[in-house]
């Protein structure tokens, strides 16, 4: 079924604008729950990777999938997670088959990368189990390489996970956040307004996260410990990694479940990760209550040069917004006005996009609650998606979004899919297919794509518009693609790179409407 969304682009916010069209992919997110049997993982799947797994230019897209319980597996054919090949115009094949990635782990997150620096991007798995490592042959198939690379001894809930360059040594570390301590064999019945429901996070222990450090051909050390990650147990929904402090190593932002979010900030030239959560301002938001936390993002909002960050948390506790100062964060939910936009709405995936290209950082969010869908709340539970348009510096609603139907909400993506100068956006949905929202791509403004490889790197275009590389987004989710950069109406911007380790380029007067390619040095 096809939806048609009106919505105002560009400059004209409150005028009619052209339609945007949700067309639907041939799977469904299996979450194994029933109507009697509500195990907590069953409301978290829906994480999706995009990325060009096959080199062709055109970016693909992977859909994690669920699985049975109490085993927390998959053991039939609809459990399988997806890989849907691009084959322009908006079409997509299922190729899952073919490429060898449909699993057998209870699945939720996936994080896209070339761990092994082959030039083919690399796939890692979230699940109930541990991660699953995927290697990229670059024919169109992957290699299960998880024992192989060290990383198959931890067992625990992973529900995210983010490559990166923790020391700057030029090839890909891991983070891997984990939930909590979850046993099917434990776990407790919750009663919802007389039917069973899932149950409070309050009712599972923490646990801490894992770092991993690449060893070069394709091994992977655990070195959590060393780095102070197990020191600091939580319950972590999702990942940010960007250069918080500017000191030119990575740091980490995890959002927590109804616990203080964490961040953990590079010291010793990525040796040791000090947790600093309080300190600068992002434990929670201005009234000291810790929220139900869930995806994030860390981008520049504000044109300062700066990643700020955001996150996605439940009704009445608003979507916090963070203005990073360079000493500290500064909340900024209620100046921007997203208190107000985003009191009364849950949410997952969410992430910093420019969906009009007039320059500003847009929000697009997955919305719902994490009730279960079949229970006494159920039908209360399910939300539009939204997208949050900025005018400089304060948000309003993309007339039209309403229109979307309500349904359990989870990742999101936001990607030039049809290569056409606007981002289309991806959304996953509990007991649903996924959706790609094609953008209209209406007005006469024009764009820039800056196609970098390596997490970590900072890219400004024109005079104050910066995006920082990052393999994690939103809910456990990944984006492997070119940077979009919106320019309104200007034809030309000078575009600065600056690499993890501090080599720069610089291109001046770079022509818009296009994709440019600009290789590590």
């Keep these: 079924m096809r939806f048609l969304i009106s919505f105002a682009l560009a400059y004209a916010l409150a005028a009619p604008g052209p339609t945007w069209t949700q067309q639907s ?59 849907f090949r691009n084959l322009g115009g908006m079409r997509f094949a299922d190729v899952t088959a073919s490429a060898g990635v449909a699993g057998t782990d209870y699945s939720f997150g996936a994080t896209a990368g070339d761990f092994d620096a082959d030039g083919h991007i690399d796939l890692l798995v979230s699940g109930l189990h541990g991660v699953t490592l995927y290697r990229n042959r670059g024919d169109g198939t992957f290699a299960d390489v998880t024992r192989q690379a060290g990383l198959a001894a931890d067992t625990r809930w992973a529900v995210a996970a983010a490559w990166f360059d923790k020391d700057n040594d030029r090839d890909l570390d891991l983070v891997v956040i984990h939930y909590v301590a979850w046993d099917a064999t434990t776990e407790p019945p919750c009663i919802v307004d007389g039917k069973p429901d899932f149950c409070h996070p309050k009712h599972y222990a923490t646990t801490t996260h894992s770092l991993y450090e690449n060893r070069g051909s394709g091994v992977f050390a655990d070195v959590s410990e060393a780095a102070g990650l197990n020191a600091h147990p939580g319950k972590g929904m999702s990942v ?137 709340r159920g039908q209360a539970a399910k939300e539009p998606p939204s997208w949050f348009r900025q005018h400089k510096g304060r948000f309003e609603h993309g007339t039209g979004w309403d229109a979307l139907p309500k349904a359990m909400w989870r990742g999101a993506a936001a990607v030039d899919l049809d290569q056409d100068g606007c981002l289309d956006v991806v959304l996953t949905a509990l007991d649903g297919a996924p959706q790609v929202l094609r953008n209209p791509c209406a007005g006469q403004v024009h764009w820039l794509a800056v196609d970098v490889r390596m997490p970590g790197t900072r890219i400004r275009v024109g005079p104050s518009q910066w995006r920082f590389v990052s393999s994690a987004t939103g809910y456990s989710s990944s984006i492997a693609a070119p940077q979009h950069f919106g320019l309104g109406n200007a034809k030309t911007a000078d575009v600065e790179i600056i690499w993890p380790g501090g080599a720069t380029k610089l291109l001046k007067a770079v022509a818009a409407d296009r994709i440019i390619q600009v290789p590590q040095p």
Aim: hydrophobic letters at 35%.
């Design 240 to 376: 940010a990694v960007a250069d918080f402090d500017g000191d030119g190593y990575a740091d980490l932002f995890v959002p927590n479940d109804r616990v203080f979010n964490q961040l953990f900030l590079s010291r010793n030239q990525g040796k040791k990760f000090e947790e600093s959560a309080f300190a600068w301002g992002v434990a929670a938001p201005l009234d000291g209550n810790p929220t139900s936390s869930m995806g994030t993002d860390a981008q520049d909002f504000d044109h300062d040069g700066r990643p700020d960050i955001i996150y996605s948390a439940l009704r009445d506790e608003t979507f916090p917004l963070y203005r990073n100062t360079g000493s500290g964060f500064e909340e900024v939910t209620a100046s921007t006005r997203l208190n107000v936009l985003s009191r009364l709405m849950a949410g997952w995936g969410i992430l910093f996009a420019d969906l009009d290209n007039d320059g500003e950082q847009d929000i697009v969010v997955a919305r719902s609650d994490a009730l279960s869908v079949n229970g006494q």
């Design 25 to 83: 992919l041939p799977m469904v997110l299996k979450t194994g729950e029933t109507l009697t049997r509500k195990p907590l993982p069953a409301t978290m799947p829906g994480g999706l990777a995009v990325f060009d797994f096959d080199g062709d230019g055109r970016l693909d897209l992977f859909f994690t999938n669920g699985g049975d319980f109490p085993s927390g597996r998959k053991t039939r054919p609809e459990h399988a997670n997806r890989l």
